[in-house]
């Protein structure tokens, strides 16, 4: 892999010898992945964060997940209060990366039945580790806009690795419309498998960018 300050100087020199008017750009796929590295590394916030506003400590309150020491609470409990804490993430993160015109048209159908399917898929991950490792988890605060398709990731703040992550991607079949394939990936295999929650069709207009 290339280095990033090689990337960088490339970029430079490019822009400098075309007078600005070709501006190399990194493949989608490439810049989600750097995207998730940093979102991963910048991330060291407890769960149970500062509060900013009335608004969110009032919604905080009603969670479960008023932990103040982890350690004391069974696996059980940890699991239940981390898979409440992962079906909330997710229902606002998507709402955030949707944007107004998309939310508008798909939110209720995923948070209904994809948010809630990606927290089960959690739980079953975290069924098979023990309460410390457990105790380590935390998610990503940064859905990718445009066309990239992360909403959210699971991970280890301990390691810094990731878990599980909860994903859409846009499906155009020829001759057909345009699709919203939601899916995760899991660290138990890998993320060599696609597990698919739900696809949602959008029509047959192109749809608007993540975030638009």
């Known amino acids: 892999m290339i280095p990033q300050w090689i990337r960088k100087s490339l970029v430079a020199c490019v822009a400098v010898l075309t007078f600005g008017t070709v501006i190399p750009t990194l493949p989608a796929h490439y810049?989600?992945?750097?995207?998730?590295?940093?979102?991963?590394?910048?991330?060291?916030?407890?769960?149970i964060a500062s509060r900013p506003d009335d608004k969110s400590a009032s919604k905080l309150e009603q969670s479960s997940l008023e932990i103040v020491d982890r350690s004391s609470l069974s696996k059980a409990e940890l699991i239940n209060r981390l898979s409440t804490y992962v079906l909330d993430e997710a229902k606002n993160q998507g709402t955030e990366k949707f944007g107004a015109r998309i939310s508008a048209k798909i939110n209720g159908q995923y948070a209904n039945q994809i948010a809630p399917a990606f927290a089960e898929a959690f739980r079953n991950v975290s069924n098979?580790?023990?309460?410390?490792?457990?105790?380590?988890?935390?998610?990503?605060?940064?859905?990718?806009?445009?066309?990239g398709e992360r909403i959210m990731h699971v991970y280890n703040k301990k390691t810094g690795k990731e878990v599980i992550k909860l994903h859409v991607r846009r499906d155009h079949p020829p001759l057909d419309g345009y699709y919203f394939n939601f899916h995760y990936h899991t660290a138990l295999d890998g993320f060599q498998k696609h597990h698919e929650l739900k696809t949602i069709y959008w029509g047959k207009n192109m749809p608007p960018k993540w975030k638009a």
């Open 31 to 47: 810049l989600d992945k750097q995207n998730d590295k940093q979102n991963v590394q910048g991330s060291k916030a407890p769960i």
């Open 128 to 147: 098979a580790h023990d309460s410390s490792w457990i105790q380590e988890l935390e998610v990503t605060h940064a859905p990718t806009p445009g066309l």
